[in-house]
């Protein structure tokens, strides 16, 4: 059973910094690109970051730019975002995501094929 598991949300005061981690189990994803996506309060859940197969090709949603890195470790099976001068804005819960099908970063939720569970992420002002 392939697994997602993230970690690493909380509350954080606006400037702060936080890092989300995500754990796949059941399968690797070495040559597969994955993803973060987050969900605010009476929003659709929205594209973050993503990542090609390797590492080198990096994707990100405009307001994050700058703010945020997206990073994979595939001897670990593990992905990761380092999120800095968080806005309150950014409080969400932030999704990771994994395509069984794509090896370039991708956008959209339809690229992908396994979901985490959520962890939630508050920033206060």
């Known amino acids: 059973q392939v697994q997602l598991v993230e970690s690493g949300g909380g509350l954080v005061q606006a400037g702060g910094s936080l890092r989300l981690s995500c754990a796949a189990s059941g399968r690797t994803f070495n040559r597969n690109s994955m993803g973060w996506f987050r969900r605010a309060p009476g929003k659709e859940r929205e594209f973050v970051a993503a990542?090609?197969?390797?590492?080198?090709?990096?994707s990100y949603e405009d307001s994050v730019k700058g703010r945020f890195t997206i990073s994979r470790d595939n001897a670990k099976n593990t992905l990761a975002l380092q999120m800095n001068s968080l806005k309150p804005e950014d409080t969400a819960v932030y999704y990771c995501a994994a395509s069984s099908s794509s090896t370039q970063p991708r956008t959209t939720t339809t690229w992908y094929d396994y979901w985490g569970q959520g962890t939630q992420v508050t920033v206060s002002s």
């Open positions: 990542i090609s197969w390797g590492g080198g090709i990096t």
